[in-house]
């Protein structure tokens, strides 16, 4: 009986071995073929890491592109007009650009779509001295503005100064390409239009030039989205699940830097680019400035409205910035 007994045992003890040995090649096999299911994507940034970019970096390092079957690879562009371009040509899955860009490349029959707002309001602000004796676009007239030599910017300048009652043909406009600080910090122009509040700004003040800085919106020109995220048409209408566990990563990364601003930045950080290394203290005090702008409130995060789809596009045609029509509704895709 006993002997019987130990039989019995030894064969449940050898079964139990093997079903343990076949659950962990399965395990196995299971995390092998999960890095290979991973599908990869290949996403460009509009300009070097620098805070706004600390929710894609927060998804890489937590986890939340893999836990959609997601291997992102996030680029730097060489050129500013790279992401647009290598979008178009199906040579890059995603960038990040700029809302009147779409626009503005939809009208040249270049068939790209948003599918995600990232900064919901205007980073691009006219920027003067604070002790300057501009107060409002109005008192631009015989004052310079520097500026790198962009169409919208000139459209900008000229709707803020107009709406404001004042000459936008006064205005003249100078091109100092990307030198914005050290044009405002010689004194070689009056104003600035290309920089950012949460870049341009805060160096300068921290130079000890102290800015004052006009919203755009609060002058004729519609509250657009600064930053957006794009594809090709073709790669949306092919895949459009990718995109959408990419947004639900990037909502999750999102989520986790604005609850953990200091340990968000702080991942950002460990990617920064060698050639453009960043200032702790600046990237700090833009991420504060960022969160709010990127907020949906009651929406998800990258939610589009298309009101302020139509808004844009109306403004770019009557300003210029576009020759043809541009259906608004075709521009942009929340999924």
Same mark, same amino acid.
């Given at each position: 009986m006993k002997k019987s007994f130990l039989i019995v045992i030894c064969l449940l003890l050898l079964m139990l071995s093997a079903c343990g040995k076949s659950n962990e090649k399965e395990a196995e096999s299971k995390g092998a073929s999960g890095n290979k299911k991973l599908e990869k994507v290949s996403l460009m940034l509009d300009w070097y890491p620098n805070a706004v970019h600390s929710f894609l970096y927060a998804a890489e390092e937590k986890g939340y592109f893999k836990e959609q079957g997601l291997d992102v690879d996030i680029q730097m562009p060489a050129d500013t007009n790279? +992401? %647009?371009? %290598? =979008?178009a040509a199906d040579q890059i899955d995603m960038a990040i650009t700029y809302q009147p860009q779409v626009l503005v490349a939809r009208g040249?029959? $270049? +068939? =790209?779509?948003s599918f995600g707002a990232i900064v919901r309001h205007p980073l691009n602000q006219l920027m003067v001295p604070a002790d300057g004796p501009v107060q409002s676009p109005k008192d631009l007239a015989g004052k310079t503005i520097g500026y790198p030599s962009i169409p919208l910017d000139e459209a900008i300048v000229q709707s803020m100064v107009k709406s404001d009652g004042g000459d936008e043909k006064k205005v003249k406009m100078v091109d100092v390409g990307w030198d914005l600080i050290p044009a405002m910090a010689t004194k070689k122009t009056d104003a600035l239009i290309g920089g950012y509040i949460n870049h341009e700004k805060l160096l300068l003040e921290k130079e000890g030039h102290p800015m004052r800085t006009l919203n755009p919106a609060d002058f004729g020109v519609p509250d657009y989205y600064e930053l957006v995220l794009v594809a090709s048409e073709k790669g949306l209408k092919a895949k459009p699940e990718v995109f959408k566990k990419f947004m639900t990563a990037i909502g999750k990364g999102q989520k986790f830097v604005t609850e953990h601003p200091e340990e968000g930045l702080a991942i950002l950080l460990k990617h920064e680019d060698k050639s453009s290394p960043l200032e702790k203290d600046i990237e700090t005090k833009s991420l504060e400035m960022l969160l709010p702008l990127m907020d949906a409130k009651d929406q998800p995060f990258g939610y589009q409205d298309p009101e302020t789809w139509?808004? =844009?596009?109306?403004?770019?045609k009557d300003?210029? =910035? $576009?020759?043809?029509e541009v259906n608004p509704e075709e521009s942009f895709k929340n999924l």
């Amino acid at each position: 009986m006993k002997k019987s007994f130990l039989i019995v045992i030894c064969l449940l003890l050898l079964m139990l071995s093997a079903c343990g040995k076949s659950n962990e090649k399965e395990a196995e096999s299971k995390g092998a073929s999960g890095n290979k299911k991973l599908e990869k994507v290949s996403l460009m940034l509009d300009w070097y890491p620098n805070a706004v970019h600390s929710f894609l970096y927060a998804a890489e390092e937590k986890g939340y592109f893999k836990e959609q079957g997601l291997d992102v690879d996030i680029q730097m562009p060489a050129d500013t007009n790279d +992401p %647009l371009k %290598l =979008v178009a040509a199906d040579q890059i899955d995603m960038a990040i650009t700029y809302q009147p860009q779409v626009l503005v490349a939809r009208g040249e029959d $270049i +068939p =790209v779509q948003s599918f995600g707002a990232i900064v919901r309001h205007p980073l691009n602000q006219l920027m003067v001295p604070a002790d300057g004796p501009v107060q409002s676009p109005k008192d631009l007239a015989g004052k310079t503005i520097g500026y790198p030599s962009i169409p919208l910017d000139e459209a900008i300048v000229q709707s803020m100064v107009k709406s404001d009652g004042g000459d936008e043909k006064k205005v003249k406009m100078v091109d100092v390409g990307w030198d914005l600080i050290p044009a405002m910090a010689t004194k070689k122009t009056d104003a600035l239009i290309g920089g950012y509040i949460n870049h341009e700004k805060l160096l300068l003040e921290k130079e000890g030039h102290p800015m004052r800085t006009l919203n755009p919106a609060d002058f004729g020109v519609p509250d657009y989205y600064e930053l957006v995220l794009v594809a090709s048409e073709k790669g949306l209408k092919a895949k459009p699940e990718v995109f959408k566990k990419f947004m639900t990563a990037i909502g999750k990364g999102q989520k986790f830097v604005t609850e953990h601003p200091e340990e968000g930045l702080a991942i950002l950080l460990k990617h920064e680019d060698k050639s453009s290394p960043l200032e702790k203290d600046i990237e700090t005090k833009s991420l504060e400035m960022l969160l709010p702008l990127m907020d949906a409130k009651d929406q998800p995060f990258g939610y589009q409205d298309p009101e302020t789809w139509t808004k =844009v596009a109306e403004w770019l045609k009557d300003n210029k =910035v $576009i020759e043809k029509e541009v259906n608004p509704e075709e521009s942009f895709k929340n999924l």
